[in-house]
């Protein structure tokens, strides 16, 4: 029914924009959309065999749909992974990882600098299942390894960190999990497999808010779930066909397109926030600058040898406070003021008033999330319209 991996032969970009379609007998140019929740049968004994599982094939869209089918055959081709299971957002891959893969009992580390939702996630939801998490630092990979039990199934990270950048040895942590019998799980939504692909770093489970890079331009929320086909294929699969945060078609279409042009998109936001911040570095009302890109970034070897690019997200540190922040926020005319990050439209945010708003100054302080502290998704525009933006407040 679909020849998966018709371009396995051929090179990222190349797969980006051809990998997954199936064309219709209309012979259409562009991937089609299947706005269809379920799918006709040619006989009561045709059905019966789907049912049953005996002769493959569509029953149910909560099941499998030939266009999210297409965004996910695309992503597991990008990801390196053998398998890719899409989702209705972000925190329902992460939910579905979860739950698919883990039972009462079972313990989780993960890094401390995660999206704070997925703190909630672990700390309010999943914990009230009998599933305790333990929090560490990300870069320490010492600390990764103590806080192992015989208990433990899964490790869960970001790298780079959002909002300060911080980086972890994704080899060699996947080393440290696999030597106790736990799977690694990489939220891959900064870097996309166009700059990072954690699998070929030895990393089990890859999961994205498809909401920000794979989108690219702020219109659909989605996830996925890349892995192989036993972990992923089958368990966290088995959790989404029951469970029901399945992704739907309309968005697929919307995050295949995407595919096609993320590593040109990826290369131009990389490139603009490489300026913007050697730009910040050298304005005096800048105290520190967090960028991957930057040689004074205390991880840039470990993110050269590790990503092949630096991505679109910065923050940086201003000589003042809260009202030096507020300001510089307040008097861009061409950002957005907005926490969502992975657009054509550059977004600013005052991290410790808004995503990080809820932990104590205490808490903030140890996170390094200063009352200074800015971060900019560097979007697609002009990288001089942007920084006469920011200069604006600056002054
Ligand atoms: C946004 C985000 C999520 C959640 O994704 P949604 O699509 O909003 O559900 C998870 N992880 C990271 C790193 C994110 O930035």
Redesign the pocket.
């Known amino acids: 029914m679909t020849d998966k991996n018709r371009y396995a032969d051929f090179s990222f970009a190349t797969r980006a924009v051809r990998e997954g379609q199936v064309r219709t007998n209309e012979g259409e140019h562009s991937e089609a959309i299947f706005p269809t929740s379920s799918y006709v049968f040619s006989s009561a004994a045709e059905a019966a065999a789907r049912f049953s599982g005996e002769q493959p094939g569509n029953i149910y869209s909560r099941f499998t749909n030939p266009t999210v089918r297409t965004f996910e055959e695309r992503l597991a081709s990008l990801e390196a992974a053998e398998c890719c299971v899409a989702t209705a957002?972000?925190?329902?891959a992460?939910t579905a990882t979860i739950l698919g893969l883990l039972k009462t009992g079972d313990h989780i580390v993960s890094s401390r600098s995660?999206?704070g939702?997925?703190t909630m996630l672990l700390n309010n939801i999943v914990a009230k299942l009998g599933i305790e998490t333990s929090f560490v630092e990300l870069s320490d990979i010492d600390a990764w390894e103590q806080a192992i039990r015989p208990e433990t199934r899964l490790l869960f990270l970001?790298t780079p960190s959002?909002p300060l950048t911080e980086l972890v040895d994704i080899a060699a942590l996947a080393e440290v999990a696999h030597r106790h019998d736990c799977l690694l799980a990489v939220?891959n939504?900064?870097c996309t497999p166009a700059l990072q692909q954690p699998i070929l770093l030895g990393a089990d489970i890859v999961?994205h808010?498809?909401?920000?890079y794979i989108d690219g331009q702020g219109r659909c929320?989605?996830?996925a779930v890349c892995g192989t086909q036993d972990v992923v294929g089958e368990g966290v699969y088995g959790f989404l066909r029951s469970a029901g945060p399945s992704m739907s078609p309309f968005n697929a279409w919307v995050f295949l397109k995407g595919l096609e042009t993320l590593k040109i998109r990826m290369k131009a936001h990389s490139a603009s926030a490489l300026e913007l911040a050697i730009w910040l570095e050298q304005q005096p009302e800048v105290k520190r600058v967090y960028y991957p890109g930057l040689p004074s970034h205390p991880q840039h070897e470990l993110a050269k040898k590790q990503q092949s690019d630096f991505g679109g997200l910065l923050s940086f540190e201003l000589n003042g406070g809260k009202a030096e922040g507020w300001k510089l926020i307040d008097e861009t005319q061409l950002l957005s003021i907005t926490a969502n990050?992975g657009d054509a439209k550059s977004t600013i945010t005052h991290p410790a008033t808004t995503t990080h708003g809820r932990l104590t100054p205490e808490q903030r302080t140890e996170a390094g999330i200063s009352d200074g502290l800015i971060r900019v998704a560097v979007g697609l525009e002009d990288i001089d319209d942007i920084k006469a933006d920011l200069l604006r407040g600056m002054r």
């Open positions: 957002s972000g925190m329902s992460i995660i999206f939702t997925t970001e959002n939220d939504c900064f999961i808010s498809a909401t920000k929320i989605g996830g990050l």
